[in-house]
């Protein structure tokens, strides 16, 4: 009798234990250790965030004047452009964060024998990164692709207007040129005076003394430029990317030099840009599966999310702090394993969290 009893009682555990196993609809593993051609199954990835700093740069070109030989003769105390170039000022950096696909958490999700008509629906992302299980998505999302286009905003100081580019095309030496802007900058001078001095019998109105005084000192630069050179400034913003790394805080991702301008990476000359992203280690508290053990282990009936860490950012140009602020990394935090049967869940694709969980 105790031994069908027995029989009986390992026949009912091994019953069990084939349900059990039975249940287990999916296995997730690292994607490095997925089978070679496996078809039976699906890729997803955590999002990791990638700092945009838009940094934004006055060039200023200068042109040099066909008359510049006569500018110490009539200008003498005035710098002339000797020679045509760019100059380049650093003005400021802006940040913002874009969510990309992480290398270093994409996993493999292999799905075994579904019994009883159950299904499990995985919404995932055009670019790979996971945003539900077990919901319904509707329509797909797309994210907008970041643009490493520069772009840029002209900002003209002086042009030279029509009738002075007549003046100098009309047959006459540069030295009779040269004499000529000099008597015609000297006349201008002379109005200024008068105008501030009250020489002229107007109506005093504030609003027309204003517009007749920057009319003059306009026409003043322009005959100037045409003795000095001229220098044409517009405004151009340039997008560096970073991927902060748990490794290196500290990176060098530009350098900037009043001659060159902004060089991405090291191998630029001037001044050296760093990023230094430090974790403020807000999750301290969390006791997360190590790195190696997700890469090595099998999982059954889990899957894979994020717990992201706020870090202090720091961006710096040679002694100079350009930017500080706090920001959402999630390559710093923790990833973490949820069950995956019987169970919806909503991921925030920004950052891998887990925005809403529901067990049936």
Known sequence: MNKIFTKITLALLA??????????????????????????GLYY?????????????EETRLEQSPLSDYASTYMAMA?????????????????????????NALFFVSVG?????????????PNGIIRSVGVDNGEEETLPIPSETPCCKAEPVAQVDGKLMELITTGKSNAQLAKEIADKIEEIRTAKFKLISGYYEIAFNPETFKMMYEKLDAM??????????????KTVVKTVYVIPNKEVPTQTVAKFSENDGLTVGTAGSGEMITVQTLPLNTMAAINAPSQSAIESVTYENKVF?????????????????????????????????APLTNTKIVFDTETGQIINMRMQ
Do not use: W
Request: contains cysteine; hydrophobic residues 35%.
């Open 79 to 103: 710098d002339y452009v000797e020679y045509e170039t760019t100059e380049y000022r650093l003005l400021d950096v802006k940040m913002s964060t874009v969510a990309s696909p992480d290398p």
């Open 113 to 125: 024998s579904v019994r009883g008509g159950n299904k499990t629906q995985f919404g995932i992302m």
């Open 15 to 40: 019953m069990c234990f084939m349900c059990g196993h039975a249940q287990a609809q999916f296995t997730t593993t690292f994607a490095k250790n997925a089978t070679p051609g496996q078809q039976n």
């Open 45 to 57: 990835s955590l999002p990791q965030t990638m700092l945009r700093l838009d940094f934004v740069i």
């Open 220 to 233: 003043e630069q322009e005959y100037t430029n045409l003795l000095l050179g001229n220098q044409v400034k």
């Open 305 to 337: 999310y994020r717990v992201p860490e706020t870090a202090n950012v720091k961006v710096t140009c040679g002694n100079k702090v350009m930017l500080e602020d706090r920001v959402t990394v999630n390559q710093l935090g923790f990833i973490m394993m």
